[in-house]
Every structure is written in structure tokens, then in C-alpha cells.
């Protein structure tokens, strides 16, 4: 864990713990601002006695070297009942992007169930480190434009969800071994809203490819 720890273009080391900076500036700014002192949302979406997200390894155990994979616990943290709730609503969006989407294997089955591959070749590939890799601001930009395009309506309007999905990604502090650090990059694992965003991301991707 400590030698992913020394990527400085995907981490960074910070003195203290920010916890009550990032909760003051969470709730008494940036989320009154965007709901517009709408004091049901509010007290819906507040940080109330939250905790620091913190980094664990899960072990790969059918890789060479039981490498660790690094997850980011945010459960309890200032952002995670909002980040619950668009990722709840944005799953919905998945797979009506690209033709490609996968949802499981009983959907891949069915979907290569008339294949004809004599003339052709399966094949797969992997994104090395996808969460990381996902380039969260373009992604964004991507779905504003993606929702201006589609007849149906976020909940609390366009503008004011992607307002709110911007704020519930900002912040990536987190612990490990008592010290204190943020993700400079990408999606975090353990995040509800990386396995979304990161679908969401491929989807385009593989809709601009194929």
C-alpha cells in the first residue's frame, strides 16, 4: 500500500486531518449555494458527525505476488449520503449509452447467442486501473451535454444535479496509518459513485470507438 501511496500523479501527502474544513465547507457553502437555502434538501444531503474516508488493501489473490488492491472506505464521510443518492439515480443511465454495455453474463450470453464468429474474433480487453484512469471533469461535461440531449428530467433539475454531482466528487481525502492524504486523480474505489461514473465513462468511450 505504501508504494501506491508514492505515485505523486495519483496521490498526494497533506499535514493534517481536513475533516472539519471539508465539513464546513460543505455545509455551510457549497451545498446552500447550490440548493438555494431549500431547507428540506439541506437537511436531506447535511454532513452530520462525519468521519474521514479511509484507505484499506483488498488482496489479489489470483495474481502473481498477492498484490493489494487499493479501496476507500467513504462510508460515514461528509459527502456519502449525497454521493448514495446520484449514484442511485445516475445507475439508472447505464447501458443506454453504448450498445456494448454488458450488464452480466446472462446479458453477454444472450447477446452473442447469434453470433456468427467464423469470419470474425472475440476478444476482451482491460483498462489497467480504471477508477484512477477515469477522467472525472470530462466525464462530467460529457453527461451535462449526454442529459441536454434526452427528454427526460434529472431529479431537482439538470443544472442543480450536475451542480451537486460536481460537489460530491470533489473531495478525496482519506487515511492510512494515521496519515493524511488526497487522491489527485480520478475515481476512488468505495466511493458509490465510481462503479457508476466509471460504466458511465466506458460507455462513451466504447459509443466513440465502435
Not at 22 to 36: G, P
Not at 39 to 44: C, M
Not at 181 to 206: D, I, R
Request: charged share 20%; with cysteine.
Amino acid at each position: 500500500m505504501n508504494n501506491l501511496l508514492e505515485d505523486e500523479n495519483t496521490y498526494r501527502s497533506i499535514r493534517s486531518n481536513p475533516l472539519k474544513t471539508l465539513q464546513a465547507d460543505y455545509n455551510n457553502r457549497a451545498l446552500k449555494d447550490i440548493l438555494l437555502n431549500n431547507e428540506e434538501l439541506y437537511s436531506r444531503f447535511k454532513s452530520w458527525l462525519p468521519s474521514l474516508p479511509y484507505m484499506y488493501g483488498l488482496p489479489k489473490i489470483h495474481k502473481q505476488n498477492v498484490p493489494c488492491r487499493p479501496i476507500i472506505s467513504t462510508v460515514g464521510s461528509v459527502t456519502y449520503r449525497l454521493s448514495s443518492w446520484l449514484a442511485c439515480h445516475l445507475s439508472t443511465y447505464v447501458g443506454t449509452i453504448s450498445q456494448a454495455h454488458v450488464k452480466n453474463s446472462e446479458d453477454l450470453i444472450n447477446k452473442i447467442k447469434n453470433f456468427n464468429l467464423t469470419e470474425s474474433k472475440l476478444v476482451s480487453f482491460d483498462v489497467v486501473s480504471l477508477f484512477t484512469n477515469v477522467p472525472v471533469e470530462n466525464t462530467i461535461e460529457f453527461l451535462e451535454n449526454y442529459f441536454k440531449n434526452r427528454t427526460d428530467t434529472l431529479p431537482l433539475g439538470r443544472d442543480i444535479f450536475m451542480k451537486l454531482l460536481r460537489l460530491a466528487l470533489s473531495q478525496s481525502a482519506f487515511s492510512f496509518n494515521e496519515k493524511f492524504y488526497v487522491q489527485l486523480n480520478g475515481l476512488s474505489m468505495g466511493n458509490p459513485l465510481s462503479p457508476v461514473m466509471a460504466n458511465l465513462f466506458m460507455e462513451n468511450v466504447e459509443k466513440n470507438l465502435l
